[in-house]
């Protein structure tokens, strides 16, 4: 399908040279690290997880062998994506930026227009990777299989690790945070990369609930750095509303080919290869996710349910 580029402008008044876009969700899931990035993934890559038990008996002369060890993979798979876009550069003539085009018949895009759309490009693709990062479906063009279906859908992940929330408000997010910490497995509470992986409106919950007065502001975030219990909460907004995710940053995975794909964005003039007076936007990245041991991770969410 072609692009459709659609212009609505007036002359009255004058120009500011800069131009605005609708707001885009910020990607701290990656910009953060919140969890573990594995980039330079060319097809696939295996992610090894070991399991031990029963490795310690009674001592003796003999060496006798005891309790198992049981070797599993998970595969972290990053999927193929693509932006093309195409303008025609003729219809900027009769617009604002007319004047950057030059007076040559052979226009060139406007130059603040440009730099604007790879901005503007490369911020739409990290909001979608970041959306995708939790609830993107690979049903759907354009995204890939997301944490929440994913750990949801699998059998590894116990009945007592997955809880059927409701709508958290303000009233109810203490509780909520409770029921999640509560039900995180003992071998993993306490570990120091351990997260409350959490959505804006909890975290909007959760501040109205405690009192702005609690927090100092940061220039940064907006905010000092938010903590339950000592447990600390990664605020990703590309999280659905009513979830919550707790698990260890080593045991969740984001694939890529070059991380720097994301933010590389071509602006191919095609004057000099067709005659035509069009520019295309070009864009090609790999992204995926993958969740190590589905055990030590707690999911609670009002929208996904868990069979098993």
């Given amino acids: 399908m072609a692009t459709t580029v659609s212009i609505t402008s007036t002359y009255a008044g004058q120009f500011s040279g800069k131009y605005i876009a609708a707001a885009l969700l910020s990607a701290p899931t990656l910009d953060k690290e919140y969890i573990t990035i594995k980039p330079n993934i060319k097809y696939k890559e295996v992610v090894k997880t070991l399991t031990q038990s029963n490795i310690i008996v009674d001592a003796s002369c003999d060496f006798t062998a005891t309790g198992s060890v049981s070797l599993a993979e998970r595969i972290l798979q990053p999927d193929e994506f693509q932006v093309n876009t195409q303008l025609c550069k003729q219809t900027f003539r009769s617009d604002w930026e007319a004047i950057e085009m030059g007076v040559s018949v052979y226009d060139n895009l406007p130059a603040s227009f440009t730099d604007f759309l790879i901005a503007n490009t490369a911020g739409q693709v990290a909001q979608q990777i970041e959306q995708n990062i939790w609830s993107g479906s690979a049903a759907i063009n354009g995204q890939f299989a997301g944490l929440l279906d994913q750990i949801s859908a699998s059998a590894a992940l116990p009945a007592a690790n997955f809880i059927t929330g409701s709508t958290v408000t303000s009233a109810s997010v ?18 120091e990369d351990l997260y409350i992986y959490v959505p804006t409106n909890v975290v909007k919950a959760y501040q109205n609930a405690l009192g702005t007065a609690n927090y100092q502001f940061n220039s940064f975030t907006g905010f000092a750095p938010l903590s339950y219990q000592g447990i600390n909460l990664a605020w ?31 602006v191919l003039d095609m004057a000099d290869l067709d005659g035509s007076q069009n520019v295309r936007v070009i864009m090609r990245y790999t ?8 055990g030590d991770i707690v999911v609670f969410s009002a929208k996904l349910f868990h069979t098993v």
């Fill in 174 to 191: 203490i509780t909520n945070l409770q029921t999640v910490v509560n039900a995180i497995p003992n071998t993993v509470y306490g570990k």
């Fill in 236 to 266: 990703c907004p590309g999280m659905p509303s009513n979830t919550m995710i707790a698990a260890q940053k080593s045991n969740l995975f984001f694939g890529t080919a070059l991380l720097s794909d994301k933010n590389e964005v071509k």
């Fill in 287 to 294: 992204a995926g996710v993958q969740a190590g041991i589905i």
